[in-house]
DNA sequence: TCAAAGGCGCCAA
DNA sequence: CTTGGCGCCTTTG
């Protein structure tokens, strides 16, 4: 495995607490597979991050463009897409998930068939 | 230290 | 279904 990525690339300084968060909260969406999809507050959760949900979206929305991460399978734990329509992530996010079999209707995605469970299978 | 703001979450009306 | 309101955690000024 390579390494995941170098935040502080050209200093040798220690990582920071948010250099430890941010590589903990994309550790977890990495694990995040193709036809699923998590919410925010889960993200957090699971990344050990406790109730960061905002933080989660707000960290996302900073992702650069190059990011392999698939931030398009995180959406709102009540199963609606948080990124409006129309809009070049919300547009981006839907295409994403319609290619990976991922129904959408009125703007909202069946959790209880594409919600990710991270303990079920790998752990 | 305080205040404001985020691709959120949950509950009540 | 939609609003309001509050809580949550972190960053920024």
């Known amino acids: 495995m390579a390494k995941t ?7 040798h300084q220690p990582p920071s607490e948010q250099d430890r968060r941010r590589e903990a909260l994309f550790g977890v969406l990495a694990m995040v597979p ?3 999809v998590t919410s925010y ?3 957090a959760e699971f990344a050990g ?6 933080w989660v979206g707000r960290t996302l929305s900073q992702l ?30 839907r295409m994403r ?3 990976e079999g991922i129904q959408i209707q009125h703007d909202r995605v069946d959790i209880r068939q594409h919600g990710w469970r991270p303990t079920e299978h790998s752990g």
């Open 49 to 54: 991050l406790g109730r960061a949900a905002r």
């Open 97 to 99: 998930l319609r290619e």
């Open 64 to 93: 650069p463009q190059g990011s392999t991460l698939p931030w398009h399978r995180v959406i709102a734990a009540s199963g609606r897409l948080s990124l409006p329509a129309g809009s070049p992530s919300g547009d981006e996010q």
């Open 34 to 36: 193709a036809g699923k």
């Open 41 to 43: 507050g889960q993200l």
């Open 5 to 11: 990525r170098l935040t502080n690339s050209d200093t």
